[in-house]
């Protein structure tokens, strides 16, 4: 099969998650569902953190910027795919495929950052309780956000153009509900090598990286519970951090998950399949899990709800 020049290529082709006609109503109300749950439940942790002034903490601030990462997550991938549910096309257009990879790589990236940003703040806070407003001051708290963005997007940036470079055959199939980066570059006729070589050791770095921060300051905050005496002490400690403990956990367990069964299956619909676990269920639960686990959240939302509850005429 020859290969064909990328400005020569219209578009590609997503299969989906099934080809049967049956269960296209059901994806499409499913999916439908899940991401209205994710965008309301991550805006009313945003309008919360902003409207209550005892929230306006670095612990809150990181939270209501990973609510709007995972709000920007979910809105790269599954607004296309209802779309081409709705209107029975399964077609996207080359530059709209490579747009797609660009948010989808930034928005994975800055979830990793940003949850290490925010066991870094939980360190500080358990292990150096007495100096925690001294180092997580304002400009700290902006510069970590802002260096967590800029590094997220020279890495998508860079995965664009090494996809830019590539030559595809006229097969353009790809067995996924979007344009995930690995899948597309597969579909290339040209050598690979370069783009699988930048992919590697991005993971290492982005995403090793940042997970290798977060066990080095949970270690420590284990360490550090462990030193109090009091129980009641113990308790409080790890009630602070269960939430993000819970995120992380289910954020970095299905990624791993999909991408090692994806290792050892040749089944790639079934990899896809996997795959909605960590780009539509974990940012669903996120606020879910924050709410129910936070009582500052929890108070919160009963007042903001309190303040927009209509009147009686």
């Known amino acids: 099969m020859e290969p064909r020049n990328d400005t020569q ?3 590609f082709i997503l299969l989906g998650l099934s080809e049967d006609p049956e269960l296209q109503p059901l994806i499409f109300g499913l999916f439908l569902s ?3 749950l994710t965008v309301l439940g ?3 942790i945003i309008l919360v953190t902003i409207s209550d002034s005892h929230l306006h903490t670095p612990m809150y601030f990181f939270l209501s910027n990973l609510s709007f990462v995972d709000i920007c997550f979910t809105s790269t991938t599954i607004p296309k795919m209802l779309v081409n549910i709705q209107t029975q096309s399964k077609a996207i257009t080359y530059a709209g495929c490579i747009t797609q990879m660009y948010f989808f ?5 800055l979830d990793n950052f940003l949850l290490a940003v925010m066991a870094y703040d939980q ?12 180092i997580m001051n304002h400009r700290l708290c902006g510069l970590l956000v802002l260096a967590s963005w800029f590094m997220s997007d020279l890495n998508s940036l860079l995965h664009s153009l090494m996809a830019l470079r590539l030559s595809f055959c006229t097969d353009l199939e790809i067995p996924h509900f979007f344009c995930e ?3 597309v570059v597969h579909c290339a006729c040209s050598d690979t090598f370069l783009n699988d070589l930048v992919v590697y050791i991005a993971a290492v770095l982005l995403a090793g990286g940042p997970l290798a ?6 270690s420590k905050i284990v360490a550090s519970v462990h030193a109090i005496s009091s129980a009641r002490g ?3 400690a790890f009630s602070t951090c269960a939430s993000h403990l819970s995120v992380v956990s289910l954020f970095y367990c299905t990624l791993l998950g999909v991408y090692l069964s994806s290792a050892v299956t040749q089944n790639l619909r079934s990899t896809a399949t996997a795959s909605v676990m960590y780009t539509v269920v974990t940012p669903m639960l996120n606020p879910f899990i924050y709410s129910l686990r936070n009582k500052d959240i929890k108070s919160a939302l009963k007042v903001l709800f309190e303040k927009i509850k209509i009147s009686p005429l």
């Open 213 to 218: 921060g977060i066990l080095y300051s949970y």
């Open 123 to 134: 360190y500080v806070a358990i292990c150096h309780p007495l100096h925690y407003m001294t």
């Open 181 to 183: 980066p690995n899948q």
């Open 34 to 36: 899940m991401y209205l």
């Open 42 to 44: 991550n805006l009313l």
């Open 105 to 109: 790589a930034l928005f994975v990236v």
């Open 9 to 11: 290529i219209s578009e």
């Open 234 to 236: 113990k308790y409080k």
